[in-house]
């Protein structure tokens, strides 16, 4: 028993941190109540480390982009979808370098924005999140959990190389 826990616990430290959510419902709860049709666009900034996108696809929500500035975190969740990984695009990538070829109904951020610190990073995420939302339909989620921020900080210097 001992030695079991032994084992897991250093891979479960690795990448399920103070802000890791089992089941994203406070996320899924707003989303569910736009009561959206399942052919919405839906992006979540900075979400390869969560499990929002397996309840969308058990949602049945069918156009579905995980993006991500850490391809381990991509990488991480495709594992765990396995054929299901197929159903979402995947965009490793900065966001405040992204380009979008399509606008989105629905742009959730859980904890991503608090990344950016500088006063560039803040102004190009907020001129890409309103050029990539559709007009006139915005729905945005941003949510930051506090009891994260500490590992969030030490997060970040691992972020470009091998994710959090
Ligand atoms: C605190 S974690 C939150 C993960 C997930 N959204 C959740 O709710 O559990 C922050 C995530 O944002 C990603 N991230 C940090 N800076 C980023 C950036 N500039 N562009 C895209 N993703 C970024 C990290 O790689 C990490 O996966």
Redesign the pocket.
Known sequence: MTRKIRQSAPERLRHEVS???EV?VTSLEFIQSFQLPKTVRII???????K?VDFLLDEGFEDVTM????GT?LDRARLRLGDRAAKVKWVE????AFQPETSFDLWHD???FH??TTGD?ITAYLSIARDGVKAGDMRLLARSPIS?LI??AA??LS?TTN??
Request: net charge negative.
């Open positions: 802000w890791t959510e994203p979540d900034i900075g979400g390869g480390n969560s929002l993006l991500d500035i850490s975190a990538q900065d966001i405040t859980r904890a991503a990344f950016l990073q994260g590992g969030a997060c970040r972020a994710g959090c």
